[in-house]
């Protein structure tokens, strides 16, 4: 079975730029998690998609990110315009339970 | 407002030695309980849910979890350098509606010794 796939694996993009991170869950995983590490601190929750919608997006830190799940399948996080405190690794999870499965993330450089 | 703590070591524990890991939360309400690991460079993996007070056990690992005091914690029995890793406690709050994003701590990094 695929586990969760994300990609770029590594992403370096100037300030001001759109960077679009992409996001396939575990085939029949309705719930897809998205989260943030910056440098030196915890693992951040994002938000949390239930099929295609949102059920808590509480962790986003603004309107320069956008996410999306089109039909319940895959999942999009774009960052427009992206700033310098933007980057670090971008996780995606996966889950049919309590049961959350990462993918092995998308580093964000923003020079 | 959901916390979560953990020393962040380095915490060194000779090969063959039970490692222990420790991790407390601040959220009352929370229900289940995680342990990944996490290699360096890589995506954390779940190696332990605990759920109900009392001890949980899979191979090596055991996951102890204490609601009244609000801790949780991870043995690792006979110890091995391919332990070597920095392990993140995880706590799930549910909102109702379905399991909530998980809360982490910043993690511990363990360092098995040959």
């Known amino acids: 079975e695929a586990g969760v796939t994300q990609f770029p694996s590594h992403s370096v993009i100037e300030k001001g730029q759109t960077v679009t991170l992409r996001c396939d869950p575990i085939?029949?995983?309705?719930?897809l998690y998205w989260y943030r590490r910056v440098m030196g601190k915890e693992i951040k929750f994002l938000l949390h998609?239930?099929?295609?919608?949102?059920?808590?997006e509480s962790g986003m830190p603004n309107n320069r990110f956008l996410a999306e799940r089109t039909g319940g399948t895959y999942s999009t996080l774009k960052v427009q315009p992206a700033e310098l405190e933007d980057s670090g690794v971008y996780f995606c999870?996966?889950?049919?339970?309590?049961?959350?499965?990462f993918g092995q993330g998308t580093r964000l450089t923003v020079v | 407002q959901k916390e979560v703590e953990q020393n962040s070591g380095p915490l060194s524990v000779p090969e063959g030695a039970i490692a222990s890991l420790n991790c407390t939360y601040s959220?009352?309400?929370?229900?289940?309980f995680f342990w990944y690991r996490q290699y360096s460079g890589k995506s954390p993996e779940l190696i332990m849910s605990?759920?109900?007070?009392g001890d949980k056990e899979d191979g090596r690992f055991t996951a102890q979890l204490n609601k009244a005091s609000q801790y949780v914690s991870l043995l690792i029995r006979d110890s091995q350098p391919s332990d070597s890793a920095t392990y993140l406690c995880?706590?799930?709050?549910?909102?109702?509606?379905?399991?909530?994003?998980?809360?982490f701590g910043k993690g511990t990094h363990l360092i098995i010794q040959p």
């Open positions: 999870a996966s889950s049919q339970g309590y049961e959350a499965f």
């Open positions: 085939s029949g995983h309705d719930n």
């Open positions: 998609f239930v099929k295609e919608s949102k059920q808590d």
């Open positions: 959220d009352r309400v929370s229900q289940s």
């Open positions: 605990i759920y109900s007070n």
């Open positions: 995880a706590v799930i709050r549910y909102s109702g509606g379905g399991a909530d994003g998980l809360t």
